[in-house]
């Protein structure tokens, strides 16, 4: 069973959650955003406001990062530095550089 993780629970997460939902090798466990106002809205699921506590905090395999294009890199590059895969929404980045 993997254990994922969200960043990000925006419009385009939904699709994510449902995904995971109807997955039955994966359960999501832990979701992030820095809107409070999302914190009670996945039940049995922990909230954070801080992606980097959620990787400490966490056992995760994969984090679904559906952040604004330009926290890509950073949200994808924190998650590879704690060694968690990412399935990351598009774009890869701003920029090729
Ligand atoms: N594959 C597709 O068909 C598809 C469709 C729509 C969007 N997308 C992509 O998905 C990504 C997200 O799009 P969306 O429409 O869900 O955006 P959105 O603006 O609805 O959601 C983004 C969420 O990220 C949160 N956020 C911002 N900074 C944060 C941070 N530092 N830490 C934690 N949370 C933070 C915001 O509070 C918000 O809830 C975009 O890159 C977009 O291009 C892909």
Redesign the pocket.
């Known amino acids: 069973m993997l254990n994922i993780g969200i960043?990000?629970?925006?419009?385009?997460?939904q699709v994510h959650i449902h995904a995971i939902k109807y997955n039955s090798n994966a359960q999501l466990v832990a979701v992030?955003?820095?809107?409070p106002t999302?914190s009670d809205k996945i039940p049995n699921v922990h909230f954070y406001s801080n992606?980097e506590e959620m990787l400490r905090s966490e056992k995760l395999d994969c984090v679904h990062v559906?952040?604004?294009?330009y926290?890509?890199v950073w949200a994808t590059k924190t998650c590879v530095e704690h060694g968690v895969h990412v399935l990351q929404?598009?774009?890869l980045a701003n920029n090729a550089k």
């Open positions: 960043v990000g629970l925006g419009d385009i997460s992030c955003d820095v809107d999302y992606l559906c952040l604004p294009h926290l890509h929404e598009k774009p």
